[in-house]
Nanobody, 128 residues
Framework: QVQLVESGGGLVQAGGSLRLSCALS????????MAWFRQAPGKEREFVAR????????DYADSVKGRFTISRDGAENTVYLQMNSLKPEDTAVYYC?????????????????????WGQGTQVTVSS
């Protein structure tokens, strides 16, 4: 059974940095494609960043481009989100997501529905 466990959230001042980690446990036939989403109070869950199973391709939401970096630990199903220049509007619960590396339409990779597995979430709070 696949499980995702996030860590690294916390409270930080605006302009600061945090690094989130997500470890996938359970046996998989091959590395999974993984992503980060976030959900602020009263808002829908939104896409933040994603990385392919091999790590060769990455994609970011416009709101975090240039400030956040997604990476993964080689062939391990472990993904990181380095968040720099944090803003109060980045405050949210951050969720790690994963799916098997099956081809899907490019327009779908940012959709919540295409990810099969989710972590429990980690709170990130940015104070002004």
């Amino acid at each position: 059974q696949v499980q995702l466990v996030e860590s690294g959230g916390g409270l930080v001042q605006a302009g600061g940095s945090l690094r989130l980690s997500c470890a996938l446990s359970g046996r998989t036939a091959s590395p999974y494609a993984m992503a980060w989403f976030r959900q602020a109070p009263g808002k829908e869950r939104e896409f933040v960043a994603r990385i392919t199973s091999g790590g060769s391709s990455r994609d970011y939401a416009d709101s975090v481009k240039g400030r956040f970096t997604i990476s993964r630990d080689g062939a391990e199903n472990t993904v990181y989100l380095q968040m720099n220049s944090l803003k109060p509007e980045d405050t949210a619960v951050y969720y790690c997501a994963a799916r098997p590396p099956t081809p899907i339409p490019t327009l779908s990779i940012r959709q919540v529905s295409v990810y099969d597995h989710w972590g429990q979430g980690t709170q990130v709070t940015v104070s002004s």
